[in-house]
Nanobody, 113 residues
Framework: QAQLVESGGGLVQPGGSLRLSCAAS????????MVWYRQAPGNERELVAR???????YYADSVKGRFTISRDNAKKMVYLQMNSLKPEDTGVYYC???????WGQGTQVTVSS
């Protein structure tokens, strides 16, 4: 029953920015690692970024230096700031707990000129 609700996606031109938000609900949020995944058309769902309870972060090589994951434990929110967006960043973005729980609906990000 614990829900994850992603928002903030949209259509953006190459080089643009978007900030994705993820609203979590588990009471244990503050002690869990959180992750962002994405799934591009025709591709497998891939890990984009991860953040620990202590704010240690991991990024996929494809987004390192461009994306920033962050969290607000008081609000049970996870964010993904995406800068210098490229067409290959297009896909549905999902947040989740780690270990993985149920998936939310995701939010569509389209990078196109």
């Amino acid at each position: 029953q614990a829900q994850l609700v992603e928002s903030g996606g949209g259509l953006v031109q190459p080089g643009g920015s978007l900030r994705l938000s993820c609203a979590a609900s588990r009471s244990s949020f503050s002690i869990l690692r959180m992750v962002w995944y994405r799934q591009a058309p025709g591709n497998e769902r891939e890990l984009v970024a991860r953040i620990t309870p202590g704010d240690s972060t991991y990024y996929a090589d494809s987004v390192k230096g461009r994306f920033t994951i962050s969290r607000d434990n008081a609000k049970k929110m996870v964010y993904l700031q995406m800068n210098s967006l490229k067409p290959e960043d297009t896909g549905v973005y999902y947040c989740n707990y780690f270990p993985l729980g149920s998936w939310g609906q995701g939010t569509q990000v389209t990078v196109s000129s």
